[in-house]
């Protein structure tokens, strides 16, 4: 089947609303470890997709799902040890009270059940969330996200959006003043207390923050020391809950801890777990306290269908092995720490990259039309520019409120020569850009 004849059939067939990456779309037919093959024989490096976090196709995570399928697949309403050791094993991942788990089978639902919940458990409706984030697409979690479908007039007085602590764009930028990681965390702190009083002017108390641990939707943020914990507390002095949004940044992703929230030092209430938890398979959790989870149980009796279903279970549990056994936490760090250096002196050849942040197996390479300024380039500018880093062999994608920003955050066991390959071929495809 060639692609155009591909192409316009999936035109008919599914809603327009479906976007394909890349100028000319690519046509995948296999993944293997951090490899794709396109029904053409190419074969790109992957340094773009999370979900297959242990590698694509990794044959622990297929013989699992095989397994389990070959024998029985149900739902949560039967006993079935798969699915409560996948709650134990997860409980060990995660600080010592946070141990109750919900399964279900996206982002969004955990992000509306997390919401449902600390609703429910506070008594109270109000929820804050960084401007410019992305959390899901249900109606109450697109609201939530107010990177897509709310222009700030349509929100509802029960939303607060506060700044994102964005240092290099933000209202206070690191370098900029005389400031510090204090002044920086005061600052961007201050405007979460700002979002708490704006709401009690309208009548709402907090239920929750909502907080993506990586502020992908942002481009990748690495937020001031002491920010988060800050935040939270503010959070938690008006009565509300702190819900850390793992689904970009938890499983190992930032190399330094299993958990983004981890590596700002706060022990969040509840935790919403997606993409890279079943290696492909769609599973997705929400953890939290058991004080929190009775409070919840003695008012909602909640099911799922399909979500942590024995298959699904089997997957999780196959991902966490694969994660131990083949040590790719302390992968991500060390591929990280290399990824750091490296996309630093990248940063030194070219003046279109304005600033590079990132941690572990997740980096975010922020392109400018001027470094003075820091305005981003034109959207239709990064896309030409990321489909000629895939037509190279590598894909990447775009991030960012602006869509400027190249994403690196390929599966775990990505190598640092994975990396240099990767890094020469973004070099040759800005060079060629640049002249
Ligand atoms: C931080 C974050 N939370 C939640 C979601 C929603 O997850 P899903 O697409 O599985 O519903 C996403 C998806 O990109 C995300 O990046």
Known sequence: MNANDLLSRRRQALAPAYELFYEEPIHLVRGEGVWLFGADGRRYLDCYNNVPSVGHCHPRVVEAIANQARVLNTHTRYLHEKIVELGERLGTKLSDNLRACWFVCSGTEANDLATQIARTVTGRYGMVVSEGSYHGNSDLVATLSTEVSYTPKDRPDWLAATEAPDTYRGSLRAGSEACGEDALAEHYATKVSEGVEGLASRGYQPAAMLVDS??????????????????????????????????QAG??????????????DVVPDLVVLGKPMGGGHPVAAVISTPEIAAAFGERINYFNTFGGNPVSAAAALAVLDVIDEEGLLENAFEVGRHLERSLAELQKEHSIIGDVRGSGLFWGIDLVRDRESREPIERAEAKRIVSAICEAGVL?????????????????PFSSDNADHALEVIDACLKRYET
């Open 214 to 247: 990586s502020w992908d939707a942002n481009g990748m943020l690495i937020p001031p020391k002491g920010y988060l914990a800050k935040a939270a507390s503010i959070v938690r002095a008006a009565g509300g809950l702190f819900i850390a949004d793992e689904v």
């Open 251 to 264: 499983y190992c992703r930032l190399g330094d801890a299993w958990w983004g929230h981890e590596c700002y």
């Open 396 to 412: 990447m994608g775009l991030m960012g409120n602006h869509s400027n920003v190249l994403k690196m955050r390929p599966p775990l």
